[in-house]
């Protein structure tokens, strides 16, 4: 109770701080909504992908489901993302032209292994989409994580919101997690409720109030993450969810909700006897590998199960682990999957 007396607190003495951030960013906005900058217009139809709060909600599983319904309705689908936490830090980098995911981020890599497509990282948005238009002719491009980029002009803005996520009762950066207020929702062409199978039914409808005060037309719909299937490392075997049932588990993440995955391999019946967790888009050391090792060996674990994002991370050091590594492929399935493709084409995007 202390400790939660200090963090709420602390996050009040940083309200002033979260003051300030707002109308810094209502400036950046303002900026372009009255084209004291103007924004830049593609030919190309743009779709951005992004979020209100720090954190995971689901978007690379979303932007995956995208560019794949995309594919099978003969569209030419490319991504731009900024590529967080890379090392590489060249304003561009080409995925189709680079094998190493510590170069260009862990996410667009695995949007690019998951739907093969041409994925482009750069921290000017812009630069990036004028790159993929000039390189690879595409009907479509997904801006992952653009919902708070302003300066380039798009057809569609799709806003996800975590089921899981009690952001309703959240400040704006840096006393809580939104990145920008609430009201914010009125901005977007659909929003996305992910992980709903994680939630109760009563938080789901505390979520949809909540975007109902702040726009009443815009078209939502629920979606579920559920697994997909195993891979064995490194050699990219596949294998039912199920295939480790009974087996003692180890759960191995570094991801913007750790809670959601561990949750997921419940939901498959395995016995997860230890979970090892770190902030999202950690990069693995030696100390990290040692320190598995010696869960491993303390807990007779059989087997490691990790996402697939920390998977690309991993795959270099799984010589050194001690039992078998795996990662569970996540697939996103959306209610209303019709009602959806409907608002596309209204968009001219099917």
Known sequence: MKVHRFYDTFNFLLLP??????LLFSIYKAVYRYRIIPQQEFKEKIVSVGNLTVGGTGKTPFVIFLAELFNRNNKKVSVVSRGYKRRRKDRLIDIMTNSNNTK?????????KRVTIPVVVSHDKKEGCSYIIETYEPDIIIIDDGFQSFSIGRELDILLLDATDNFVDSFVLPAGRLREPLSAIKRADIV????????????????????RRY???????????????LI???????????????????SLSSIGNNQSFLLTLKSIGLNIVQKLS?????????????????????HNIDAIITT?????SLRF?????????????????????????MVLEGKGLL
């Open 17 to 22: 701080f979260s003051y300030l951030y707002q």
């Open 104 to 112: 260009v981020g862990d996410e667009p890599w695995l949007i690019s």
């Open 192 to 211: 996305i409720i992910t992980r709903c199978n994680q939630a109760g039914k009563n938080q789901i409808q505390r979520i949809l109030r909540r975007i």
């Open 215 to 229: 726009s009443r037309h815009t078209p939502i719909f629920l979606s579920s993450h559920n697994p997909l299937f």
């Open 232 to 250: 064995k490392i490194p050699e990219n075997r596949t294998f039912s969810p199920f295939y480790l049932k009974g087996k003692r588990i180890l």
């Open 278 to 298: 770190y902030l999202d888009h950690h990069t693995y050391s030696t100390r990290d590998i040692n320190r598995i090792n010696r869960l491993v060996a303390l």
């Open 308 to 312: 697939e994002k920390d998977m690309y």
């Open 317 to 341: 050091s799984v010589g050194e682990l001690q039992v078998p590594l795996y990662s569970l492929a996540i697939e996103l399935s959306l209610e209303e999957l019709k009602r959806f493709e």
